[in-house]
């Protein structure tokens, strides 16, 4: 079936919001699931199809809340944008782009918008968007990216919360990041490729979407060196051309479907899932006591011995994915020991410990730092801890899968209330949980109107 998106999105996105998620423990998982491809690659793909005319093609899209979301901005923008849900493709043509202010209910409400401002600027010379919003984990300001802006000529205009950005023509430049921002880096990347002269980011993200996006941009014709490296270069083009991919695989749902299985003790196959990407949470599931193997593209998760307390700190990759953290402090609570939990991405990124509190577990939140910009948080996990049934929030997309995680290993039901928020970043999440034996309640696709 192939549908241009519209209405469909937000009637689905309403459809859920009431949702609450039921999830009863004691199962272990077993059987084997695929892996979708990753939201924030697709995401960024998503945008890099307003830096060309010609018609890009992606394969393996995540067709969840946040993809839909920014495939209506890039309608707004006057692009041409076919779903095809069966096949998980997406077409974009944005042979002309008609407007270049994003409207605010389609730009605020996903953090993922911003990196449509770099490629409109870049093509149009001039995008006005709202401070974009997003999972409230953290002050997440732009400045870094409006800073890279400035830096390539642009005149950055803020008014209250809008952004105004416009350059006659955008100039290669030299530069530094204070802090190696993901999306920031791929905003000034994509800008950069349609820029005049060499441009060069130092302290630049090496998350493996980065990379992928970079190789992406690539094919399209963009002259790129450096990724997966603290200094990128980019030598701009005239022009890029169109391209047909398939979006990387998703580590954080492969790690959160690796974190699950490991918790409840289960005998789990992954399919399409690249080790090197996975290399910080196989390291710290096997110090816990959980066995990890792969072959081409497996994971395979096998019952390990007891699982023991172990420290994490989250770090920009290849340190240990903030967003995994929720779901393994989940399972830090079925740990024999003490586990110290260092948060040093987002400042708000355990607000979630409260809602496992009420199940039972044992997690202490020490914050420290208050007197610069980024405070940095850290959890002491006592484990194991006996979780059981009670109502709980969602908070954001990790936080809502930490929950569920909890759920499967907890004596009764846990209710997960704001449940919306995990269909904005996993796909199919409760349905391939309970192929693997989790007993919960799938609300099944919102129906027809
Ligand atoms: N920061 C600044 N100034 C900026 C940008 C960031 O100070 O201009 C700070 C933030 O406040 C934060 C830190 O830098 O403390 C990290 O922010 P970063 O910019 O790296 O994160 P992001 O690009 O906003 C992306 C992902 C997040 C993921 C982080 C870290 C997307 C759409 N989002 O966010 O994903 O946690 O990188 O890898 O790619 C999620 O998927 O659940 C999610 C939140």
């Known amino acids: 079936m192939t549908t241009t998106i519209g209405q469909e999105s937000a009637k689905s996105v309403e459809s859920v919001e009431a949702r609450l998620l039921r999830v009863r423990g004691g199962n272990r998982l077993r059987g084997e699931a695929r892996i979708s491809g990753a939201k924030n690659a697709a995401l960024k793909a998503l945008a890099a199809t ?7 093609v992606l394969n ?13 901005l890039l309608r707004a923008f006057g692009a041409e944008v076919e779903i095809d849900r069966e096949r998980k493709r997406v077409t974009v043509r944005a042979v002309a782009i008609t407007r270049t202010t994003a409207p605010e209910h389609l730009f605020r409400p996903t953090r993922a918008s911003v990196v449509a401002a770099g490629p409109m600027l870049a093509r149009c010379g001039e995008v006005s968007f709202a401070l974009p919003g997003g999972d409230r984990i953290g002050k997440r300001p732009i400045d870094l990216h409006l800073r890279g802006f400035e830096r390539m000529g642009a005149e950055v205009r803020i008014t209250g919360d809008s952004v105004v950005a416009r350059a006659a023509a955008l100039q290669g430049a030299r530069i530094y990041m204070d802090y190696p921002s993901h999306t920031g880096t791929e905003n000034l990347l994509m800008a950069a490729t349609l820029a005049s002269g060499r441009t060069v980011i130092a302290n630049a993200s090496a ?14 014709g963009a002259r790129i060196a450096g990724l997966g490296s ?3 270069t980019i030598e701009g083009v005239d022009r890029l051309h169109g391209v047909a991919e398939t979006v990387l695989p998703d580590r954080l749902e492969a790690g959160t479907f690796a974190i699950a299985a490991a918790m409840t003790g289960g005998d789990v196959t992954l399919r399409n899932v ?31 011995t007891k ?15 903030t967003d995994l953290q929720a779901q393994f402090v989940a399972l830090l609570t079925q740990a024999e020991g003490v586990s110290r939990v260092h948060e040093r991405v987002y400042e708000d990124r355990l607000r979630y410990a409260n809602e496992l509190r009420k199940l039972g577990a044992d997690i202490r939140i020490e914050r420290y730092g208050a007197h610069g910009e980024r405070l940095s948080t850290t959890a002491e996990v006592v484990g194991p801890a006996r979780l059981t049934g009670a109502h709980v929030q969602a908070l954001d997309i990790r936080a809502g899968t930490s929950l569920v995680l909890a759920g499967l290993v907890a004596d009764g039901e846990v209710a997960i209330g704001d449940a919306y928020h995990i269909d904005r970043g996993y796909e199919d999440f409760v349905a391939k949980l309970a192929r693997l034996g989790a007993d919960l309640d799938d609300p099944g696709p919102p129906a027809p109107a």
């Open 307 to 321: 699982l023991r307390a172990v420290d994490i700190q989250t770090l920009p990759f290849p340190g240990f994915p």
């Open 50 to 56: 307003l830096l060309t005319a010609d018609e890009v």
């Open 60 to 72: 393996s899209v995540p067709m969840i809340a946040d993809v839909l979301s920014m495939a209506e």
């Open 274 to 304: 690249r080790e090197a990407d996975m290399l910080p949470l196989s390291e710290k599931l096997r110090e816990a006591g959980a066995e990890i193997w792969y072959w081409d593209d497996l994971m395979m998760i096998r019952p390990g």
């Open 207 to 220: 998350e493996p979407e980065v990379v992928w996006l970079g190789n992406l941009l690539n094919r399209m």
């Open 230 to 232: 603290p200094y990128i």
